[in-house]
């Protein structure tokens, strides 16, 4: 049943490419944004899901990120003809078909249960997103998918190397040669030792430079920063936690094999430097899309983090996986919109958004509020279940380092976003034509209201959800 | 004693050391296809027995790493006119040496690495971390685009033959690593061929460091 | 019943603005939200009136489907006598604030601030009642975030946005200082809710970092220097009555946060109360030394507000002190004083800012250098700042001295208990007392180069005082009064607070035994009655002989100009000086030379040293740290390819 | 009940004769005769008969400072014990009222110098209230040291501890040296002020009321002496803590005390001269230091 997930998008994006007309193709990608949405919260509320020894499955892990994904990309997908429709100098077969094929190998590897599947479909997530980063055909653009695709194929041949030391690893413990997830948690406690450690390291860069840890990052700001908004928030909330699934899927098996604790320093040690790495970009940054980029970085690291401090810090990671990827749709999409009024993205040009663009700056200023961790949106509840974790969980001084970051980081956006917002236009923004409309701010709006709904309300099926996926975590065999 | 596999195994470490020793694209390029048709010839040897599973990965490998890729360097090298790797940040007698420590710190540890009884002896592990440092060499230290791919495509050798370790038991994760190849033909034909060279009509990698903080 | 009074008084302000944001600007919009302020903080000040009267404890719990959280309430004298001066001060506020940040002077910023400030109102409310972690700090930032909307509220105005944004840094750092806080303090109790942590864990290392945590998070919200940097700033920009309710009573849930999580720990250490009696001390004197230094009628008293927050933490440290030296009389008076006087200065800091911003209104600036002679054209507004200036002053007969009295008998008792410990007390007594020396000095600058003499500048026109102005001075002035002769009526209210905030044994002694307030009363009614009977003396005897008006001598030059009158500066250079070593005025303008000297210029300026000498550089250095930071990112991908291999290697090492 | 009548009456009555006694010392010093002992009364009385002239634009404020300064310390005076009869007035706590009282005066007579936009007014009032932030401090220690001597919080049990000279005589002699300073400065006596010249640049309490006339100028002197009279009994009861057991030899007593406080002042008045302004905080830093010294003497 599940393979639904993933040809539907492939057969939407072979009639995106098929549709002749420009204006009508985009209006395909919400309706397959839709159904593959709708198709997923029926299997989910059916409780369809294969048995064990399946390639696909989805088990709450994938349900949690999937479900993520599919939410954040129906979002982008609503805003994506408003977008385009302002681009009408670009062809955009390549585009609306490249986000379909993005969907569907994003679905392909979330639900893979099987590690060399987990790794195509992380390499041809890299290549679906290509198209998309090079939308807007200019050299800095051009500069940037180069640095994407190099350092993320240096990232995904570690991860290859990776997997096949683990595979090596199952190997000298004997046993059936299997690499379905399933059978690697069965047979972990018999692996090789050092075979193991090292898998886990090379598979925590590889898939940690898909995810943008520091100091895997450095495409981040590049692609981020000259990919449309769109495509920022798709990478930004879709792609980092895809990294992060095939992060934890390793995770499991290490954990399994009795090695977690080795792998869970690592992850606070990788995670505390991506948010001081963050903290120290942030600062003065001038351009609000590279800033977005460095928040990814801190948040990626937060992510880890959790995982790293263990506990009801992996509850915490999850659900802030879920936070951040629909608060960086608010921030992407509402600095995608302030960049077309402004023609700009770097504060020299933009003040005062909040009176030019009334409802797309207010929403940035949402968004900085939100993925900060300010009460009441979200990822205040999953940042604080994380400081939680650090510091009823014997680590003190990561829990200290880590909310010392957060203020630098806070002030340091802070700088940048209020300088954005507050204010008055300058004379510059009114030579473009952009105005705030429904379709370009409504599907903002409704990240926006999910966002505050997750910081007030959690429902039950969600948190037993959550928790199902951080126990299949942090379960010992 | 010596297995055929490990005297193939020797001349792409001897292969890794050319590309670092020159500094002639066109020798790099050459060199990487040779690599490449080395390594497409290793799966026949090192599986035991002969299956259409393994033929196909021979082939493919055969044609993606020995023909078309480095064929698609080639060209566009000619289109661009450029030659040579001029001052690359790391010069070219302190590559070789750097690349000879590492081989050397390669195979000696592969010494210490637990192996499978029948993986004990063979060059294949210390080879594989041998050319993977060399391609890491490669991409730090070239300044040309092309070199860079080169560089990629050599520690992409590397992993396969890691690869050659697991093709018995695991032949999945090994063609897998086919798929990465045709995953870089894709990027390289899709990027750096049409679109850099529109852009930049140059190569250097120097004009591509706009993007900055 | 009074819980969901004050809960309902929350959500009428909240939702009172909410009409207005979709209005249009004026009329209806104005009625609505003010009306909605108004309404709310009635409803909620009967219930907290209710509550504080009665001592009736009342709470209870709804699920909040989030894990860890629920909306667990609560409301006794302790909340409740921090809500009666916010209901109060909101309503009256809100009136105040409805004309003169209205429409006509804001179309684009009035109907927005009106929102916020009914959200303020609202979330501080739901802060004083919360009793769960998360509902805690939910209310906390969304305070935060209304104040940081209402401090920015003048858009136009680049100095409010500065303000704002030095405001929302420091809330954040607070709310993040919180987190800490408040995941220790789950690790320690073991709840998400604010329940007693058990015994024994105060005196360990965690214990203190949990006070510290504390006293930093709350700290910098209530505006204890050195961690005050953000209210000067803000409470200046703000509007006038935003920065009354602001200095009034929300920066008193900092206080209420210390309390509260005081009152949960049952054996505090004595270092705990010694902590706060020296920053109590230094926040108190510094905080009005660098009051007299300014020049802007509002910085100064946004300054006076860093001092009263000194002086309320004095009596908190005397009473935690009271509770770890196992005397629970000193811990009563302690709270009593302290408490009281948040109440205090909940009437009399609204009632100087609202004063302040009619001044500044006509004045025209804030520069009171400037100002002068404004009573004669605001003699309501004059004598209502002057009430609240001998309130503010610590003075008999108004309601300052009696809570400072309070404080001060709580230093006493201690200090006069034997033991060399009992010194620590002894110390704040006089501190307290030079206190009260410079703030008499301080307001009787701002009143007098405000109000009294002649305009120093161009000559202000008056508009009148209109009732919606007078009334909520005139209402907040006799608050003050009537705790300033019945002070007794509020012990009971007081009695019952300080016991939440000081469980565990119960004082032999009633508070009325300890401290006769009674006796304070009489006597401020004694000093006003013996004052009327002296000036009906003096009235007499002038009507019995003629009286003429002639110019003002100035040692016999005949022709004074208001120009040539003290000046507030000159007025305070004697104090300023006094305090060179900390606040550092820089001045400009050289001496005045020669047999006949020419035209010369000087200044001088009080800034804030802690920001500019502490916070500021800081930040530079930071900042340069950043930059240097930066190298890491030059745009090579073959760099950033090493940084891949470099850590790999790292990793690699640790397997 | 008598002694509260003797009390009030020997408030109202006796302080503008202590002007009169020091002028006398003076002018002895001096070799003059000097002014009858009754000129401060003299002067009373023409004042309150006279007609003022009030500044142009002065208000209610201008008229406030002197009802204030007479009230302030007669209230004040209600506090304190004279001699060994207890105050009128006594509860725990009343010495910080006592305090306060006198801030209170303080406040309003500044404010009316403040209204009548003078520089020189304007001056003086800096000037007054710059000092008193350093002679409040000393005035406080005095007290804690008081009440860790006699265990008391009120001021008639505080003065009486008579066993305090015994028990703790070093502290006491600190804190009385201390007050005296404090007498003299909160009086603007010499080696602070000089009540006698007119040298507007130099002075601090003058220079407030220059402005002031007639009866407000009457009041004006009569509140100072009357300060003047509390402060010293104040003074007294720290450096003679003991009783007559008569009440009637005790009220003279008392009288007589006060007189020689006086008469004190008016050697000290004799035989110092005033200080730079600069110097002034310097000395009360000093007053503070010896009463705060006092009370770490007593940190046993």
Same mark, same amino acid.
């Given at each position: ?477 | ?213 | ?23 249009? !600007? ?80 804001? !179309? ?123 209210? !000067? ?423 | ?300």
């Amino acid at each position: 049943m599940e393979i639904g997930l993933v040809l539907l998008p492939l057969v939407a994006a072979l009639v995106a490419a098929l549709v002749p007309s420009a204006r009508v193709r985009p209006l395909v990608v919400p309706i397959a944004g839709f159904l593959h949405t709708a198709l997923l919260a029926g299997l989910v509320l059916g409780n369809v899901s294969s048995g064990r020894g399946f390639w696909l499955r989805l088990d709450p892990l994938a349900t949690v990120i999937l479900g993520t994904v599919s939410v954040l990309f129906l979002i982008g997908a609503f805003y994506a003809p408003g977008y385009l429709v302002l681009r009408p100098d670009r062809d955009n077969r390549v585009f609306c078909a490249g986000l379909l094929v993005f969907l569907a190998m994003t679905s392909l590897l979330t639900l893979a249960q099987h590690l060399g599947l987990l790794w195509v479909a992380m390499e041809a997530t890299t290549l679906a997103t290509a198209p998309l980063l090079y939308f807007n055909r200019t050299a800095r653009s051009l500069e940037a998918t180069w640095k994407y695709l190099m350092i993320g194929s240096v990232g995904i041949a570690i991860a290859l190397l990776g997997s096949l030391f683990l595979a090596y690893s199952a190997y000298l413990g004997g046993g059936e040669p299997s690499l379905l997830f399933d059978d690697l948690l069965a047979g972990a406690g018999s692996f090789s030792r050092p075979w193991l450690r090292a898998s886990f390291v090379l598979l925590l860069v590889g898939y940690g430079t898909k995810m943008g840890l520091a100091p895997l990052h450095t495409w981040k700001p590049d692609a981020y920063g000259e990919a449309p908004g769109l495509v920022g928030a798709l990478l930004a909330g879709g792609m980092t936690n895809c990294a992060f699934l095939a992060l934890l899927r390793v995770y499991r098996v290490v954990n399994a094999a009795g090695e977690g604790a080795f792998a869970r320093e690592l992850l606070v040690f990788m995670g505390l430097v991506s948010i001081g790495l963050a903290a120290v970009f942030v600062v003065r940054q001038r351009d609000i899309k590279r800033m977005l980029a460095y928040s990814s970085v801190e948040h990626v690291g937060i992510l880890v983090l959790g995982i790293g401090l263990g506990g009801i810090g992996v509850f915490g990671a999850l659900l802030h996986a879920i936070n951040n990827g629909l608060t960086k749709g608010i921030l992407f999409l509402s600095a995608g919109n302030i960049q077309r009024a402004y023609g700009s993205k770097s504060t020299d040009d933009i003040s005062g958004a909040i009176s030019r663009l009334p409802i797309s700056g207010s929403l940035f200023l949402v968004g900085f509020f939100a993925i900060t961790g300010s009460p009441p949106f979200g990822p205040f509840v999953s940042e604080f279940t994380i400081v939680n974790a650090a510091i009823g969980g014997g680590h003190p001084v990561a829990g200290t380092i880590f909310l010392v970051l957060l203020g630098i980081v806070f002030i340091g956006m802070g700088s940048t976003v209020l300088s954005a917002v507050q204010g008055r236009p300058g004379t510059a923004s009114a030579g473009t034509p952009y105005r705030d409309d429904l379709a370009r701010t409504a599907p903002i709006l409704v990240a926006a209201a999910l966002v505050l709904l997750l910081g007030l309300y959690i429902p039950a099926p969600l948190v037993s959800l959550l928790e199902r996926a951080s126990a299949g975590l942090e379960a010992l065999p | 004693m010596t297995h055929p596999v490990d005297i193939l195994l020797v001349l792409v470490i001897l292969l890794n050391f050319l590309v670092l020793g020159t500094p002639a694209l066109r020798v790099t390029i050459r060199a990487v296809a040779v690599q490449g048709a080395i390594l497409a010839v290793l799966p026949l040897l090192v599986h035991r027995g002969f299956g259409w599973r393994v033929a196909a990965i021979a082939v493919a490998t055969m044609a993606l790493k020995g023909i078309l890729i480095p064929g698609f360097l080639q060209k566009t090298m000619r289109d661009v006119h450029i030659k040579k790797e001029v001052e690359p940040y790391v010069g070219f007698v302190p590559s070789l040496f750097l690349c000879g420590v590492g081989t050397g710190l390669a195979i000696l540890f592969a010494g210490n690495l637990p192996l499978a009884p029948e993986h004990v002896g063979t060059l294949l592990v210390p080879a594989s971390l041998a050319t993977l440092l060399s391609g890491f060499l490669v991409l730090t230290t070239r300044r040309k685009a092309i070199s860079q791919v080169v560089g990629y495509l050599i520690l992409e050798n590397g992993i396969f033959i890691f690869g050659q370790l697991l093709i018995e038991a695991m032949p999945f994760l090994v063609e897998a690593g086919v798929l990465l190849d045709l995953f870089v033909g894709i990027f390289i034909m899709g990027i750096v061929i049409n679109h850099i060279r529109q852009e930049f009509s140059s190569l250097d990698t120097d004009l591509l460091s706009e993007l900055k903080d | 019943m009074s819980l969901l009074l004050v809960l309902a008084g929350a959500f009428v302000c909240v939702a009172g603005g909410v009409p207005g944001l979709f209005l249009p !600007p004026g009329g209806a919009a104005r009625r609505i939200a003010t009306g909605g302020s108004v309404g709310g903080s009635l409803l909620g000040l009967a219930g907290a009136g209710i509550a504080a009267v009665t001592g009736h404890v009342e709470t209870f719990t709804l699920p909040w489907p989030l894990p860890g959280a629920s909306l667990h309430v609560g409301l006794d004298a302790l909340s409740a006598l921090f809500l009666v001066p916010l209901f109060l001060v909101s309503a009256l506020a809100a009136v105040s604030g409805a004309r003169s940040f209205g429409d006509e002077d804001h !179309p684009a910023d009035a109907r927005r601030t009106r929102f916020f400030f009914g959200t303020a109102t609202g979330a501080i409310a739901l802060v004083l009642v919360a009793r769960n972690v998360f509902f805690f700090l939910a209310a906390w930032e969304v305070m935060a975030l209304a104040a940081f909307f209402l401090v920015g509220a003048d858009r136009e105005s680049r100095e409010a946005r500065d303000a704002s944004r030095l405001y929302l840094f420091a809330t954040h750092v607070s709310t993040l200082v919180l987190f800490g806080f408040f995941a220790l303090f789950r690790s320690l109790s073991g709840s998400t809710e604010l329940v007693p942590l058990p015994r024994g864990v105060a005196g360990t290392h965690a214990g203190t970092a949990l006070f510290v945590l504390a006293l930093v998070g709350f700290g910098l919200k209530a505006g204890l220097l050195p961690l005050h940097v953000w209210l !000067p700033p803000a409470h200046a920009a703000a509007p006038a009555h935003v920065s009354a309710l602001m200095s009034g009573v929300l920066i008193k849930t900092g206080i209420y946060g210390i309390v509260r999580i005081t009152s949960l720990v049952p054996d505090p250490p004595a270092a705990w109360g010694d902590t706060l009696l020296v920053l109590g001390a230094v926040s108190a004197v510094l905080g009005v030394a660098f009051a007299l230094g300014q020049h802007d009628l509002k910085r100064l008293l946004a300054w006076h507000s860093v001092e009263n927050i000194g002086i309320i933490v004095l009596g908190l440290g005397a009473g935690v002190a009271g509770r770890a030296a196992g005397r629970p009389e000193w811990a009563l008076l302690g709270f009593a004083g302290g408490l009281f006087h948040v109440v205090n200065h909940g009437l009399f800091k609204p009632l100087l800012f609202l004063g302040a911003g009619e001044a500044v209104h006509v004045a025209g600036t804030r520069d009171m250098d400037r100002m002068g002679g404004l009573g004669r054209l605001l003699p309501k507004t004059a004598f209502l700042f002057l009430a609240g200036a001998v309130a503010i002053s610590g003075l008999p007969p108004l309601n300052g001295f009696a809570s400072e009295w309070l404080v001060y008998l709580g230093l006493f008792d201690r200090a006069r208990a034997t033991g060399p410990d009992a010194l620590r007390a002894a110390f704040a007594a006089p501190a307290l007392a030079l206190t009260g020396a410079l703030a008499l000095a301080c307001f009787v600058k701002a009143h007098g180069a405000v109000f009294l003499g002649s305009a120093r500048g161009e000559e202000p026109h008056a508009h009148g005082e209109p009732r919606s102005h007078v009334g909520p001075m005139a209402t907040l002035a006799a608050a003050c009064v009537l705790l300033g002769f019945w002070p007794a009526g509020i012990a009971p209210v007081l009695a019952r607070a300080a016991a939440i905030a000081a469980p565990g044994p119960v004082p032999a002694t009633s508070l009325a035994q300890l401290a006769s307030l009674r006796t304070v009363g009489f006597s401020a009614l004694a000093l006003v009655l013996l004052l009327g009977a002296v000036s009906f003396f003096l009235r007499s005897r002038l009507a019995a002989a003629p009286a003429t008006a002639g110019p003002t001598w100035d040692c016999g030059y005949a022709r004074p100009t208001a120009r040539m009158q003290y000046t507030a500066s000159s007025f305070a250079r004697g104090p300023v000086g006094y305090f060179r070593w900390a606040l550092r005025p820089r001045s400009k303008g050289a001496p005045v030379a020669r047999l006949f000297p020419v035209a010369a210029r000087f200044e001088s300026h009080v800034l804030d040293t802690v920001l500019d000498r502490a916070i500021v550089p800081a930040f530079r250095a930071g900042a340069w740290l950043a930059r240097q930071g930066r190298i890491l990112q030059q745009g090579r991908i073959q760099l950033y390819i090493l940084y891949v291999v470099v850590t790999l290697v790292v990793l690699l090492f640790q397997v | 009940m008598i002694d509260t009548l003797v009390h009030v009456l020997l408030v109202l009555a006796l302080p503008p004769l202590l002007p009169g006694v020091i002028a006398r010392i003076k002018a002895a010093f001096a070799g003059r005769n000097g002014p009858p002992l009754l000129q401060g009364y003299y002067d009373l009385a023409k004042l309150l008969r006279k007609g003022s002239v009030l500044p142009e634009g002065s208000g209610w404020v201008f008229l406030a400072g002197p009802v204030a300064g007479v009230a302030a310390p007669l209230f004040a005076s209600l506090l304190l014990p004279f001699g060994g009869h207890s105050a009128p007035v006594s509860f725990a706590g009343d010495m910080i009222l006592f305090a306060y009282l006198f801030a209170f005066g303080r406040f309003f007579t500044a404010a009316a110098a403040l209204d009548t936009g003078s520089a020189f007014e304007g001056m003086g009032a800096a000037r007054e209230v710059a000092f008193s932030c350093l002679a409040e401090p000393a005035l406080f220690f005095g007290f804690v040291a008081l009440a860790r001597i006699s265990g008391s919080l009120s001021l008639s049990t505080m003065l009486g501890a008579g066993p305090g000279w015994v028990m703790a005589g070093a502290p006491l002699v600190l804190v009385a040296a201390s007050w005296a300073i404090v007498l003299l400065a909160e009086n603007c006596r010499i080696p602070f002020d000089d009540p006698n010249t007119h040298l507007e640049l130099t002075m601090i309490h003058e220079v407030m009321v220059l402005d002031h006339g007639g009866p407000a100028f009457g009041l004006v002197l009569y509140g100072a002496s009357v300060k003047l009279f509390v402060l010293s009994s104040l003074f007294l009861r720290v450096v003679v803590p003991f009783s007559v057991t008569d009440p009637g030899l005790d009220w003279l007593a008392f009288v007589a005390g006060i007189l020689l406080v006086a008469i004190a002042i008016g050697v000290v008045e004799s035989v110092l001269a005033r200080l730079r302004l600069v110097k002034v905080p310097q000395l009360l830093v000093g007053a503070c230091l010896l009463s705060a010294f006092g009370m770490l003497l007593l940190a046993r």
